[in-house]
C-alpha cells in the first residue's frame, strides 16, 4: 500500500537517498536501520513531505503523493511521531490527548457527519488505556518521565488515526529497560490499531526481536530488505553493518 519507487535525495553533492525502492504491505511492522548518515532520517522526511525528492515517487494506495505537503500527507493518512508532548508543558496527558482528537475530528467533520465520531475525552480515556498512561493522565506532561512523554508522543501522533504510523527512534535517550517497555508498548499499538508501523531504530537486538521485515541502508541506498533472518543472515549486511562479532553469532 505504500511504495517508493526510485527515489532520489540529493542536498548539493551529497546523495542522501539513492534510487531507493521499497515497498510497505498494509499491517506490517518494519525496521529501518543502517548506520549514521545512511539516510534514514531523509527517507522519513520525504515521506511526510517535509522534503521533496529529487525524482522518483512515494504511491499511497496507487497515487503519488511525493512531494505534497505535509498537512495534506498527514490528512491522507501518514503520521508521524514528533517530540510535541514537550511542546505543551502544562496541558495533562489526558488535555492534550482530547485536544489532538477533537483537532482531528473537526479536521474531519464534513467526511465524519454520516457516522458520528466517539465524543473526543471517551476516545483519549481509549488511547489513555491502550498507552497504559492510566497512571500519569492527569499529570502535566513537562513532569512525567522521559519515556512517558515519549509515548505520549506517539498517542499524539495515533490521535490522527493513521494508516501508515513512522516512529523515529522511538526509543532514543532510554535505558535498557524503558526501550523494551516502550517497544512493547508500541507492538501492543500496532497490534491494536491494525496500521502498518515503520520505525527507525539502533538497537539492534530490538530490531530482530520485533520487526517483521527489516530494511538496511547504507550510504542512502537499499543494502538489503527481508525477514529478520534473511537480515541476520545476508553477507553485505554482516560486513558492512553487523561487524564480525555478530557475523559469527549469525553464522
Ligand atoms: N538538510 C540537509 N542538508 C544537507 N545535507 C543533509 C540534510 N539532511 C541530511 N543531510 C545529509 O544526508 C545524509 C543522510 O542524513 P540522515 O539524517 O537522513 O541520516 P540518518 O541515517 O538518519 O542518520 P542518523 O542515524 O545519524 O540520524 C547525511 O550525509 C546528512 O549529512
Not at 59 to 73: K, T, W
Not at 111 to 114: C, F, G, K
Not at 221 to 227: D, Q
Given at each position: 500500500m505504500l511504495e517508493l519507487d526510485n527515489l532520489v535525495k540529493s542536498f548539493g553533492g551529497v546523495v542522501a537517498t539513492d534510487h531507493v525502492s521499497l515497498s510497505f504491505a498494509e499491517q506490517s511492522l518494519t525496521a529501518i536501520i543502517g548506520p549514521n548518515g545512511a539516510g534514514k532520517t531523509t527517507l522519513f522526511n520525504l515521506i511526510t513531505g517535509h522534503l521533496a525528492p529529487?525524482?522518483?515517487r512515494i504511491?499511497?494506495?496507487?497515487?503519488?503523493?511525493?512531494?505534497?505537503?505535509?498537512?495534506?500527507?498527514v490528512a491522507r493518512g501518514i503520521g508521524r511521531a514528533f517530540q510535541i508532548a514537550s511542546i505543551f508543558p502544562t496541558l495533562t496527558v489526558e488535555q492534550q490527548l482530547i485536544a489532538a482528537v477533537a483537532a482531528h475530528q473537526k479536521s474531519n467533520e464534513r467526511?465524519?457527519?454520516?457516522f458520528p465520531p466517539l465524543p473526543?475525552?471517551?476516545?483519549?480515556?481509549?488511547?489513555?488505556?491502550?498507552?497504559?498512561?492510566?497512571?500519569?493522565?492527569?499529570?502535566r506532561s513537562s513532569t512525567i518521565s522521559h519515556g512517558d512523554q515519549k509515548v505520549l508522543d506517539v498517542g499524539l501522533a495515533l490521535a490522527l488515526e493513521p494508516k501508515v504510523l513512522l516512529l523515529d527512534e522511538p526509543t532514543a535517550g532510554m535505558g535498557p529497560d524503558?526501550?523494551?517497555a516502550m517497544m512493547e508498548t508500541v507492538q501492543r499499538l500496532w497490534k491494536t490499531n491494525g496500521m502498518t508501523l515503520?520505525?527507525?531504530?539502533?538497537?539492534?537486538d530490538i530490531v530482530f526481536?520485533?520487526?517483521?521485515?527489516i530494511n538496511v541502508l547504507s550510504y542512502g541506498?537499499?543494502?538489503?530488505?527481508?525477514?529478520p533472518e534473511e537480515i541476520k543472515g545476508h553477507p553485505k549486511v554482516i560486513e558492512a553493518y553487523l561487524g564480525s562479532e555478530d557475523a559469527g553469532a549469525a553464522a
Open positions: 529529487t525524482s522518483g504511491l499511497l494506495d496507487g497515487e503519488n503523493i511525493a512531494g505534497q505537503s505535509p498537512a495534506s500527507i467526511m465524519l457527519s454520516a473526543a475525552k471517551q476516545r483519549a480515556e481509549e488511547l489513555i488505556a491502550q498507552l497504559a498512561l492510566g497512571s500519569v493522565a492527569r499529570r524503558e526501550r523494551w515503520i520505525f527507525i531504530e539502533h538497537d539492534i526481536s520485533i520487526a517483521q521485515r541506498a537499499v543494502l538489503a530488505s527481508g525477514t
